[in-house]
């Protein structure tokens, strides 16, 4: 079945320590994706990735890193989580097939608190 | 730059009522146009597409037709059902830099009530 799988589901935690959401997808899609998602906002992109080693900056990415460092993987990373980043973060993946008219595939999303 | 503007919620019907989600956005170019679904708890499923002006997409009985003109993407369903319960986000993509990124409204809830 093709999917993309996060890691964790919700997560609580407390300001300043280190966490990792993971995301993996089995598509061997070429575009992985970071988005968070609050009340009023929509989502909105944190970093995306065009392939392996390959990554940049989308509309928010302060506080935030990303590896891309194998095809299927491309995890999260808060070196010194602060409330602010308190929110629902998903994951997406698609093809690099077309000019954009590829639907992105999304994991089920992870709840981090942030205390 | 671009945007996506969605008509604000939540909106509240009763089954088999007709639905409508008021859907603009603001784009250079020619972007294709998505309405994804998020059920309770569970990330978004793309719901349909279009990908050129005055094309229509159509799922589940929903619809929409790209706009041009109007700049819209509006979202119709002639006799909505409680399962139909869910936030409903419009988004773009203007595949600019290689990105494919999405750009996404601020999604509308809309609750059918039976």
């Known amino acids: 079945e093709a999917q993309v799988t996060q890691n964790p589901r919700y997560l609580i935690t407390v300001t300043g320590k280190k966490l990792t959401v993971t995301c993996s997808q089995n598509m061997n899609h070429e575009y992985m994706s970071w988005y968070r998602q609050d009340p009023g906002l929509g989502l909105r992109q944190i970093y995306y990735s065009m392939n392996v080693e390959v990554t940049d900056k989308g509309d928010v990415p302060e506080g935030y890193k990303v590896s891309r460092k194998e095809k299927r993987n491309f995890p999260l990373i808060l070196e010194s989580p602060s409330p602010n980043q308190t929110s629902l973060y998903f994951c997406?993946?698609?093809?690099?097939?077309?000019?954009?008219?590829?639907?992105?595939?999304f994991g089920d999303g992870t709840r981090l608190s942030i205390l | 730059g671009n945007s996506v503007t969605q008509m604000e919620g939540p909106v509240t019907l009763s089954e088999e009522a007709f639905l409508t989600i008021n859907c603009t956005y603001t784009a250079t170019g020619y972007p294709s146009l998505f309405w994804y679904v998020q059920y309770p708890g569970e990330g978004l499923q793309l719901l349909l597409k279009a990908t050129k002006a005055d094309d229509k997409g159509s799922n589940k009985g929903f619809e929409a037709t790209y706009r041009k003109e109007t700049t819209s993407f509006h979202l119709e369903k002639g006799s909505v059902q409680v399962s139909d319960s869910a936030v409903y986000f419009c988004a773009l993509s203007r595949f600019s830099g290689n990105t494919g990124k999405l750009i996404f409204g601020q999604g509308t809830t809309l609750q059918v009530k039976p």
């Open positions: 997406a993946s698609s093809s690099r097939l077309g000019t954009g008219n590829q639907p992105q595939h």
